[in-house]
């Protein structure tokens, strides 16, 4: 249960640090699909990531993708303490460094604005 809420919360910060592109960028929906495309690839909702040559599954295993979508379904599928452990350990770690990549994007956006009279 732990590591859905995790995987949840990984997912909203990867869309909100997009959504935050907004304060630079007039038309910022190209990097949705992109994400979204990207989400298929590496975040093994195309194929599962274990499936991958060795080079994209590294790729795969670097990004925070695969903790917001493949590690948790594939622990829901066959349950392996070491995973359970390597997730929870990576969701962690993304959360943080994408929680520090927002509130700073989102602390530079604001003053963007404020200089800019808005």
């Not at 295993?61 to 997730?87: D, I, K, T």
């Amino acid at each position: 249960m732990l590591g859905f809420a995790l995987a949840t919360a990984v997912n909203f910060l990867m869309m909100f640090s997009l959504a935050l592109l907004a304060f630079w960028l007039e038309e910022n929906r190209p990097f949705f699909w992109i994400f979204q495309k990207m989400t298929f690839i590496f975040g093994g909702l195309f194929i599962p990531v274990e499936a991958y040559p060795q080079g994209l599954r590294f790729i795969s295993y670097l990004l925070p993708l695969r903790y917001g979508l493949s590690a948790p379904a594939r622990l829901m599928v066959q349950f392996e303490r070491s995973l359970l452990w390597q997730m929870l350990t990576g969701q962690l770690v993304w959360i943080t460094l994408l929680g520090i990549l927002v509130w700073a994007m989102f602390q530079k956006g604001v003053r963007r604005v404020h200089v800019h009279g808005g």
